[in-house]
């Protein structure tokens, strides 16, 4: 109204949804890790590292909101848990069990990762709750092309299909070769590469209790092992190259690249 003065109100915090609300979490909690010593890590911008005495370290992970944390001095943990509780309004869930699609199961020396209940929810999204299960994620010999001559399938089918199968490689590296391949035909997939992403799925839903065990070990030896199939492309002859390296027993990580179209799958 003509007479009135306006007036601007200045925030003093961000409110929640707000645009610049990220930014202005990540900021601040980003300032508190750093003064509390911790590294943020170079190549991972949510890791973050304490190194302590006689070489104990913590190891912070951040996703929006919700922290995951463990260390090898539980002197070094609690302190950072209260003080954490202290600064900002937090709960503490105990150990981890289940985060992102992940199921944690933890044990005196054992870690045990999965993603049983993630295959459970595709199999039904997909409507294979009730398929035969498979014993290999691939027929033997299978040679998959892009002009096949069969007859187009749903794109966005099959997208969500192969897309949901490359998040279950975090925990299933005796699938990533088959998503590997499959992945080449993400445009315009015909019927017959929708079945075998659906062979895929059936092969999972008969190993879903199957994942990655971390267990203490006394041997921390590096050991790598790589593989090539030479030229296996029908269409132009080009190959595809994978490699796992492991820590003792423990895969650390793992890679796969067809050549042919620069697809890579890589887990670390």
Known sequence: MKGKEEKVYLLRKALYRLKQAPWAWNSKI?????????????????????????????????????????????????????????????????????????????????????????????????QMSTCKPLLTPMAFDEKLKQDDGAEMGD????????????????????????????????????????????????YVHRTKKMGLRYVKDSSNKQVGFIDSDWARSVEDRRSTLGYLLCLGSKLISEFEEAKHNGFIICRS
């Open 155 to 202: 794109e966005k089918l099959h997208r969500s299909l192969e897309g949901s199968l490359i998040y279950l490689t975090n925990t299933r590296p005796d699938i990533v070769q088959s998503v590997s391949v499959l992945s080449r035909f993400m445009s315009k997939p015909s019927k017959i590469h929708y079945a075998a992403a659906k062979r895929v799925l059936s």
């Open 30 to 126: 980003n300032s508190y890790f750093q003064h509390f010593g911790l590294q943020r890590s170079p190549n991972e911008p949510s890791l973050y590292v304490k190194i302590g005495e006689k070489g104990n370290f913590l190891v912070f992970f951040l996703y929006v909101d919700d922290i995951i944390y463990a260390g090898t001095d539980m002197k070094m943990v609690e302190k950072f848990k209260m003080a954490m509780m202290k600064e900002f309004e937090m709960i503490d869930l105990g150990l981890m069990k289940y985060f992102l699609g992940f199921q944690v199961k933890q044990s005196s020396g054992d870690i045990f990762i999965l993603q049983e209940k993630y295959v459970e929810d595709l199999l039904k999204k997909f």
